[in-house]
């Protein structure tokens, strides 16, 4: 980690750095990316994906400017539970981390309408799904993809992204991960999954 560091700090100068991701929770494996995001004052580029001491860096570049913008809580969601590696004077690593958390939970819980039209949505392509023609295997993955940015807006929480879903599902509802995981694996199991996912019973 020394190395990467080291490397950021040399090559882009930083004004912050802010670390998110596995390597920030303590999960990483051989094949976990360094995620890190980057205020320079200056970019010269919007990503740097280069491996460092064995460890591919997922490295986003970003100018005060743009970190102080209306919009970057939503665009810059993933830093919601970050780990701030350099911070300068004012503090903008913080300011960040804090908006995008206000952000999170102001927009966590969806109304009725929402919650009813997503159940309609999904039943709808469980019955199209149902008849095992092309495109209905097609409406299945899209339904299965989709299915845990549902379950968490039927339990009113924020969809941080896949990943972070699949870790909390499986450490906070073990009947639910134990759908989830027979539907991923069998195709024939997305019903049970769905219809789970569609409760709004609150487990993540």
Known sequence: MDAILDYLTNTYHPLAMIGYGSYANGTQNA???????????????????????????????????????????????????????????????????????VYAAAHAVRDADEKRHLRQWSLKMLERAARGDAEGLYRAHWLLTDSLEIYCVMRDRYYFGPKKTIRAIEAQDPAGYALLEGALRDLSCLQKWTEYALQTTAHV
């Open 31 to 101: 094949q976990s990316d360094f995620d890190v995001l980057l205020i320079c004052r200056s970019c010269p580029c919007r990503h740097d994906g280069r491996v460092i001491d064995g460890v591919r860096l997922d490295a986003v570049l970003r100018t005060p400017q743009e970190v102080l913008d209306e919009n970057a809580p939503q665009d810059l969601i993933t830093v919601h539970d970050g780990v701030i590696l350099l911070e300068n004077e004012n503090h903008i690593a913080q300011g960040l981390i804090d908006r995008v958390r």
